[in-house]
């Protein structure tokens, strides 16, 4: 059974750099688009961004300007990057596996089906 | 961007009743990139129904989904005590996910 773990640390300064990284375990990280999800308080779930197997990544218009999402395949796993963070950034951020397949008519989204426990981020100074 | 708006905001039912969870999209959205997940509390979401209609690996049949353009439904044809948690819809659209913010079903 695949599981992920994110980690990374917890408390950040305003203007800090956040790195969190995933980990893939129980399964390979080949064929398969990975995603940064995150909740800050009282707010909705918001997706960051995503990256395939394959390096090939997507983000979210309101972070672009400060997201990167890199993979190694080689170590299994995934990471996040979000610079200059401000309070705005803290919330508990969650890796998940997305699943994709093309037929004839495009693509078809099989939905987030592996989402890992969570990790809380606080930027505070 | 594509907003979802779930509706109701709290629905509060008894074990063994019926309950239909609405989500409308600000825009027409495609249903193979409609999803819906179940959240409890402190635990991360969990998979429910992909492509608007069809049920992820291991969810019961009381679950359902239906709808097309802008209107989508999730239903649960008969409450298990379970299944009080917060239901989320989710879409894919112009390179973007968003999110519904959430309907909390609840136990009356």
């Known amino acids: 059974q695949v599981q992920l773990q994110e980690s990374g640390p917890g408390l950040l300064k305003p203007s800090e750099t956040l790195s969190l990284t995933c980990s893939v375990s129980?399964?390979?990280?080949?064929?398969?688009?990975w995603s940064w999800i995150r909740q800050a308080p009282g707010k909705e779930l918001e997706w960051i961004g995503y990256?395939?197997?394959?390096?090939?990544?997507s983000y979210n218009p309101s972070l672009k300007s400060r997201v990167t999402i890199s993979v190694d395949t080689s170590m299994n796993q995934f990471s996040l990057k979000l610079n200059s963070v401000t309070a705005a950034d803290t919330a508990v951020y969650y890796c998940?596996?997305?699943?994709?397949?093309?037929?004839?008519?495009?693509?078809?989204?099989?939905?987030?089906?592996?989402w890992g426990q969570g990790t809380t981020v606080t930027v505070s100074s | 961007e594509i907003v979802l708006t779930q509706s109701p905001g709290t629905l509060s039912l008894s074990p063994g009743e019926r309950a239909t969870l609405s989500c409308r999209a600000s825009?027409?959205?495609?249903?193979?990139?409609l999803v819906w997940y179940q959240r409890k509390s402190g635990q991360a979401p969990r998979l429910l129904i992909y492509?608007?209609?069809s049920r992820a690996t291991g969810i019961p049949d009381r679950f359902s989904g239906s709808g097309s353009g802008t209107d989508f439904t999730l239903t649960i044809s008969r409450l298990e005590p379970e299944d009080f948690a917060v239901y989320h819809c989710?879409?894919?659209?112009?390179?973007?996910?968003?999110f519904g913010q959430g309907t909390k079903l609840e136990i009356k």
């Open positions: 998940t596996r997305d699943k994709w397949a093309k037929y004839n008519d495009g693509w078809h989204f099989y939905g987030m089906d592996v």
């Open positions: 129980g399964g390979s990280i080949k064929n398969y688009y």
């Open positions: 990256i395939s197997d394959s390096g090939s990544a």
């Open positions: 825009q027409s959205v495609s249903p193979r990139f």
């Open positions: 492509g608007a209609s």
């Open positions: 989710q879409q894919y659209g112009s390179s973007l996910f968003t």
